[in-house]
């Protein structure tokens, strides 16, 4: 797909409606791209669909190159004979209208290992042959993350850096009686992702059928606690033990006096670009089999990053250290061709940033809810370029009403004289705002179509806990005033 003048609108799948405790990919999802389809957007926008571990962040994920077990769709493995109406009966009481963690792990993990139960006793041909096949397929990073996974199954799901020294050091002995001795765990965690892999194709192939493209999202960094660094230490800045020497974080600002110490480990990049930075290429190719734009979360950490020594309590004390972002696009770029990479540019941007997202013309971002301090400032509609992706806010920010209701009153007030508003519809007066411009995309949350308050925000940035829980009602899928509503600003807009 192209960069072409059109809308989307943000919603994690977990936020979707469902009755088995957070939304996945089975009838919902499609109900969902229908409205899309039907309200006249183009594109759908999602947060990484990676298998979620610390504080249940798509941020911090278990491999950059699986997927989330918790979204696969309950209904669609009793459609394909691995589980029965009764299989189903058992779920607890959910809350319908936010994700508890707590209790839906749990009770999902159970499903998966009736399902793998099913299939084991009694595999339909069609489906084994599939399943050896993708085994096969993706076995140059699943064989890894599903012995990742089941040694964390057999720590209790401590992180591996407190693994026996064996294991952390993956001594060839330990690896291969680990792998004889956790045999069946293995493969279950291997049937897991491809039952991800399976219904995600299925759902992606439906929304580009009905004309949706879809967005996704990759964070720069990944987590410790992942196969990626525990397969590829040498690619990190760990010490001897396998413990990081320093971290991710963006250092003090206006909004956060401390920054923020992310603590992700930090590449060496002197040995990605030994290699031909063929960890990225990798990475990148996985990410656009999945989705047809990615968004590229840090994109100035390319070309700069913000090193903070390991064990320091807080972002402050750090420094600047440069990335080869040039040299990476271009490897990219000779391999894959034009990029679908939209550059989440914001932050400290400095003239180098600026120039090695222009150099490989990629679309940055603007964030409409930062526009509001005067006229100069350039997140307002009338300094947007054409190859730019706008939106009301992201799931880092406060809904638009939330906002309003919290700004300060010099801010409200310019922007209600900006908007030409009296503030009583104001999410729908930032999203008219953002679609009339002349932006490639635009894109505002679920939230702020809803006009939801802070109730409905999505995640607090820095804290752990309480966040990417919020989830749709139901009845939305059904709204066809608001259906019609949003597909009249799309006819407006020429989106």
């Not at 085994?135 to 026996?164: C, T, V």
């Not at 401390?258 to 990148?284: C, M, V």
């Not at 990476?328 to 391999?335: A, G, M, R, T, V």
């Not at 729908?428 to 179509?449: E, G, K, T």
């Amino acid at each position: 797909m192209e960069f072409n003048r059109s809308s989307g609108i943000l919603l994690h799948p977990t936020s979707l409606p469902g009755p088995f405790g957070i939304g996945d990919f089975g009838p919902q999802a499609y109900r969902w791209l229908d409205f899309l389809a039907d309200s006249g957007c183009g594109l759908w926008q999602t947060l990484p669909l990676g298998p979620t571990g610390y504080a249940d962040s798509p941020y911090q994920c278990f491999s950059a190159f699986a997927g989330n077990p918790y979204l696969i769709s309950p209904e669609l493995l009793r459609d394909d004979g691995l589980l029965t109406d009764e299989d189903l009966i058992d779920r607890p009481d959910f809350p319908a209208d936010r994700v508890e963690y707590g209790t839906v792990i749990p009770w999902k993990l159970q499903m998966l290992q009736r399902a793998f139960g099913h299939f084991t006793d009694d595999p339909l041909l069609e489906m084994a042959e599939a399943f050896d096949r993708f085994k096969l397929e993706q076995s140059d990073w699943l064989d890894e993350y599903a012995l990742f996974m089941a040694l964390k199954d057999a720590n209790d799901l401590r992180p591996w850096g407190e693994w026996d020294i064996s294991l952390r050091m993956r001594q060839s002995s330990a690896m291969k009686t680990a792998r004889k001795r956790h045999a069946e765990v293995i493969e279950r965690h291997e049937f897991m992702q491809f039952i991800f892999f399976r219904q995600w194709e299925a759902l992606r192939a439906y929304a580009n059928q009905r004309g949706i493209g879809i967005i996704g999202d990759a964070p720069i960094f990944v987590a410790m606690d992942s196969s990626d660094v525990w397969v590829r230490p040498e690619l990190f800045f760990l010490d001897e033990n396998r413990q990081p020497t320093v971290v991710a974080g963006v250092p003090p600002d206006y909004f956060s006096p401390t920054g923020q110490l992310w603590g992700n480990p930090l590449y060496r990049w002197d040995a990605h670009r030994e290699e031909k930075f063929s960890w990225w290429l990798k990475r990148i190719r996985a990410v656009l089999k999945l989705v047809d734009f990615v968004r590229l979360d840090h994109f100035r950490g390319f070309v700069g990053y913000w090193e903070v020594p390991a064990g320091n309590p807080t972002a402050e004390q750090g420094r600047w250290v440069s990335a080869p972002g040039v040299d990476l696009f271009k490897k990219i770029q000779s391999e894959l061709g034009e990029l679908p990479i939209i550059a989440e540019d914001l932050g400290v941007i400095t003239p180098d940033v600026t120039a090695l997202r222009d150099a490989f013309n990629l679309p940055g971002m603007k964030i409409l809810q930062f526009a509001f301090s005067g006229p100069d400032n350039d997140f307002l509609p009338h300094y947007y370029p054409v190859n730019s992706v706008v939106y009301t806010g992201t799931h880092d920010n406060d809904t638009s009403l939330g906002w309003y209701y919290s700004a300060p009153e010099h801010e409200k007030d310019f922007a209600r004289r900006y908007l030409t508003t009296d503030g009583t519809d104001f999410a729908w007066d930032l999203i008219r705002a953002i679609w009339a411009s002349v932006a490639v995309f635009a894109i505002a949350p679920m939230q702020d179509f809803l006009s939801l308050g802070t109730e409905a925000r999505m995640n607090y940035p820095s804290t752990v806990g309480g966040n990417w829980q919020w989830r749709m009602d139901d009845s939305v899928l059904e709204d066809e005033g608001l259906r019609d509503k949003i597909r009249q600003i799309n006819y407006l807009y020429l989106r």
